[in-house]
């Protein structure tokens, strides 16, 4: 899973890709529609939807963090205050104990015991939801040059994990440099100019010039900052054959399950944006490891005894200044006309009603419904203030009543995603969504969460080496992944998985 990876970013640098990507579309069956048919697209619910067949709203993954009404505070999506933290003194740890569901790797489990799930990724919500309630292992980057577990999956690391993290080395990263693997022109041929205004420039930037060659900063700490470089995710994939070769993965009738994420790549995009030469630059080197990362596999396992299986957790919006400049409309939300809708809203409410009705997170309004109940006061008053006040700062569309949605009719493809995205307790009662186009990121780089097809867009790739490259345009969504993977292995697809199963 590629974290933020648009379909373009295949298809925009296809006769140039001479690895894994290439290795991968040649002899894949690629699914051309396919969208996350949920409506906040972020990295939690994505890898949910993708590792469960289930939409994230069914459970109550509502986003990456998020207030939760019955703790009162706010919450990581895999937050676990039970758990310790296993392979290093720094880090947190993470769970999938909020969650009473099952994933693709307990279903596997289930059936063959004798099956192993590996689940490796730069962010602890991308390997934790990926691996499901059970998998033999989760591991992520700790921000402090270790990849890390917790003992809601072992008590302790694995030796080869152990031994991988020591010869990681990350504070080594801070003397490299990030230059490019093709001549000039070719980028200019693919991408747009290297110095483009809201890109981010975070390596000695005294004067704005986010252009190669890009290291990391001396103000900047090297074992975090190296998960914001190319090279990131060529260590996570040397971890990935450590775990291939130590848990004897894909060498008897058990099938098995490696889940990897490729979450540098969503720093990187949200920095530079996708039509940037960094991210051109970014994927050809990915490219290029994931071409070792296949030999090796056929090396030691045997290509005919691998189904590879490639997608993205969600889209992204191009950066706001280049959408303009090819003609389209969009922009950042300006920060200060919020906080005073914001500081309009609560003033109006109190006005009218008295405070202590809510608690807002962000543009979220989770009502006190009990309150609002015994002092007999209907909750859309609430809602009427706030729909009044937000959507006038240019990028608010509109604010969403909960109620609303769980109750329409429609079937248009906006309210179907926000169906899926709602959990009839944890969601808040009232939340925005912004305009086409728009984002909060501010002043540089891009983002995502948005219904819009620009987010929801994914590349879905079914590859095997005796495959050959078809392109399938039916419609598909990313909740299909996990039943179609386990009707390959033969395995029973649970009546509650919300996707259904390819026939190909």
């Keep these: 899973v590629v974290d933020q990876m648009r379909p373009d970013l295949l298809t925009r640098f296809d006769d140039l890709y001479t690895g894994g990507f290439r290795w991968l579309m040649d002899h894949g069956i690629w699914f051309t529609d396919t969208h996350h048919e949920h409506s906040y697209t972020a990295t939690g619910p994505g890898h949910f939807a993708i590792g469960s067949g289930q939409y994230p709203g069914r459970v109550g993954v509502i986003g990456n963090s998020f207030y939760d009404r019955d703790l009162q505070k706010k919450v990581n999506c895999v937050e676990d205050p039970n758990a310790r933290v296993v392979g290093a003194e720094e880090g947190k740890a993470r769970s999938y104990s909020r969650y009473n569901t099952t994933g693709l790797g307990d279903w596997v489990k289930s059936s063959f015991s004798n099956s192993k799930v590996i689940s490796i990724g730069g962010k602890d919500r991308t390997a934790v939801l990926l691996g499901g309630q059970k998998p033999d292992l989760a591991l992520y980057f700790n921000y402090a040059g270790r990849f890390i577990s917790s003992d809601y999956y072992v008590d302790a690391l694995p030796d080869w994990a152990n031994q991988f993290n020591t010869s990681l080395n990350a504070e080594s990263y801070k003397d490299s440099l990030w230059t490019k693997s093709l001549s000039d022109d070719v980028y200019l041929k693919y991408a747009r100019e290297d110095h483009y205004q809201g890109e981010l420039d975070d390596y000695l930037n005294d004067d704005y010039s986010p252009v190669f060659p890009i290291g990391i900063d001396p103000k900047n700490n090297p074992k975090e900052?190296?998960?914001?470089?190319?090279?990131?995710?060529?260590?996570?994939?040397?971890?990935?054959?450590?775990?291939?070769?130590?848990?004897?993965?894909?060498?008897?009738?058990?099938?098995?399950?490696?889940?990897?994420?490729?979450?540098?790549?969503d720093w990187m995009i949200h920095d530079y944006g996708p039509f940037s030469q960094e991210i051109m630059d970014a994927f050809i080197k990915l490219d290029k490891y994931l071409g070792n990362f296949i030999e090796f596999l056929d090396k030691s396992v045997g290509l005919n005894n691998v189904q590879f299986v490639l997608t993205g957790d969600h889209g992204g919006l191009p950066l706001p200044e280049y959408v303009i400049e090819q003609g389209g409309i969009a922009g950042r939300i300006n920060r200060e006309h919020l906080k005073e809708a914001f500081e309009w809203i609560d003033e109006e409410v109190e006005e009218k009603i008295g405070k202590n009705f809510y608690n807002r997170s962000g543009g979220n309004f989770f009502l006190d419904l009990d309150r609002l109940k015994k002092a007999d006061i209907d909750p859309r008053v609430i809602y009427d203030i706030v729909q009044n006040y937000l959507p006038k700062v240019e990028g608010i569309e509109r604010m969403i009543y909960k109620e609303d949605i769980i109750n329409s009719a429609a079937t248009d493809k906006i309210t179907h995603r926000l169906q899926n995205m709602i959990h009839p307790h944890k969601t808040p009662e009232i939340f925005p969504i912004v305009t086409k186009g728009y984002l909060y990121k501010s002043p540089y780089g891009t983002g995502h969460g948005s219904p819009y097809d620009y987010d929801t867009h994914v590349p879905l790739i079914f590859s095997h080496i005796q495959s050959?490259?078809?392109?399938?345009?039916?419609?598909?969504?990313?909740?299909?992944?996990?039943?179609?993977?386990?009707?390959?292995?033969?395995?029973?697809?649970?009546?509650?998985?919300?996707?259904?199963?390819?026939?190909?």
């Design 225 to 265: 900052y190296f998960m914001a470089r190319p090279w990131f995710e060529r260590e996570i994939l040397n971890l990935a054959k450590e775990a291939v070769v130590n848990e004897n993965l894909g060498v008897d009738s058990s099938p098995d399950l490696l889940f990897i994420g490729f979450s540098a790549m």
């Design 468 to 504: 050959q490259r078809v392109s399938n345009a039916t419609p598909r969504a990313t909740v299909d992944i996990a039943p179609t993977i386990a009707q390959i292995l033969g395995v029973q697809i649970p009546e509650y998985c919300d996707g259904i199963a390819i026939q190909f």
